[in-house]
């Protein structure tokens, strides 16, 4: 730092800075710190909060098992279905995404308002078409529009997929969501505007009989509507027993009844003919073990019901 030492001229400029407020007195002064500048796509908004969506998410994978295990059912044949992604964007966005033809299915979303999308590969709806009338069930190398025919056999598939989709939801709200048409050009359909935002659920395929992708696409103000007004109900304790007590008494177990026991040589047992005696080890007078699930439970006197012989449990 130099020692120097400021004329008349400089003093004075100073002082005049001083009241002018260009120079700050007494006042640490803080360089500035550059801004942080977030990226943000326009054409593909974030309008759907995280918590919700990782509700969906946890909707969406419970839809995935129950969507998988219908079209084994159906197909006769290994297929595993899985949740891969939730993402948000412009209904303009979502229809551009699609280069190839695809089977795009009118979803009514009553009680909701607005319309969805329910989409899959035609490549696999080709397949499923193919094992439902009895053949191996490949996806051919080249794909083509269904014919009517081929799409009354894929629409009672996608339907009973919708109905698994539907149960799931179930869970937010009463819903009467069906099927209404199918096309093979997206394009054609017109939803939405192009500026409406949408969600979709991209589920994957894989099996015996390839891979394919299905797709839900749903309007967020319906989704945002489905979330403000459903309240999951929270059942109380006296009722949540009661439902796991019908539960239980529907499930059937393996009974037995052991009248005693006894030990015997191999040479004995080979030698027993009809009408052998067999000395067990209990009294006549005592009473018999009943074994449920091979656990001794309770004990009681042998006696016949009608035809048919029971256990008067004591």
């Known amino acids: 730092m ?11 400029a100073l002082l005049s800075a001083i009241e002018g407020g260009q120079v700050l007195v007494g006042q640490k002064v803080e360089p500035k710190k550059d801004k942080k500048i977030q990226h943000y796509d326009f054409r593909r908004p974030d309008r759907f909060p995280r918590e919700q969506k990782r509700r969906l ?9 129950a969507v998988g295990a219908t079209v084994s059912r159906f197909l006769r044949s290994s297929v595993v279905v899985e949740l891969i992604a939730i993402e948000e964007f ?3 966005v979502f229809v551009n995404s699609f280069t190839d033809v695809v089977c795009a299915n009118v979803v009514n979303l009553k009680p909701l308002t607005g319309l969805g999308c329910l989409t899959i590969d035609v490549g696999f ?13 490949k996806i051919p190398q080249k794909v083509r529009p269904l014919t009517m025919i081929e799409e009354s056999v894929v629409g009672v598939v996608l339907s009973d997929i919708m109905e698994d989709i539907k149960l799931c939801w179930s869970k937010l709200a009463k819903l009467e969501w ?9 394009r054609s359909l017109q939803l939405l505007p192009i500026t409406e935002l949408m969600i979709s659920i991209n589920f994957a395929i894989s099996g015996d009989l390839g891979n394919g992708t299905i797709i839900l696409c749903i309007p ?9 007004k459903s309240k999951l109900e929270k059942t109380d304790r006296q009722k949540e027993i009661a439902i796991i007590e019908n539960v239980i008494k529907e499930v059937e177990l393996n009974t037995s009844v052991i009248f005693g026991a006894t030990q015997l040589s191999l040479n004995e047992l080979m030698n027993l003919k009809a009408g052998d005696v067999v000395k067990l080890d209990n009294k006549i007078t005592e009473d018999l073990c009943l074994m449920v699930e091979g656990k001794a439970k309770r004990y009681g006197k042998p006696g016949v019901v009608g035809k048919k012989m029971a256990l008067q449990v004591s």
Request: charged residues 30%.
């Open 2 to 12: 130099s020692n120097s030492i400021l004329n008349n001229e400089e003093v004075e």
């Open 57 to 65: 998410q946890k909707i969406s994978e419970e839809a995935a098992k």
């Open 90 to 92: 412009s209904y303009e």
């Open 125 to 137: 709806c080709l397949a499923i078409v193919d094992r439902g009338l009895g053949g191996p069930g």
């Open 178 to 186: 069906t099927l209404e048409k199918m096309e093979m050009d997206i």
């Open 220 to 228: 967020v103000t319906s989704l945002e509507m489905l979330m403000v």
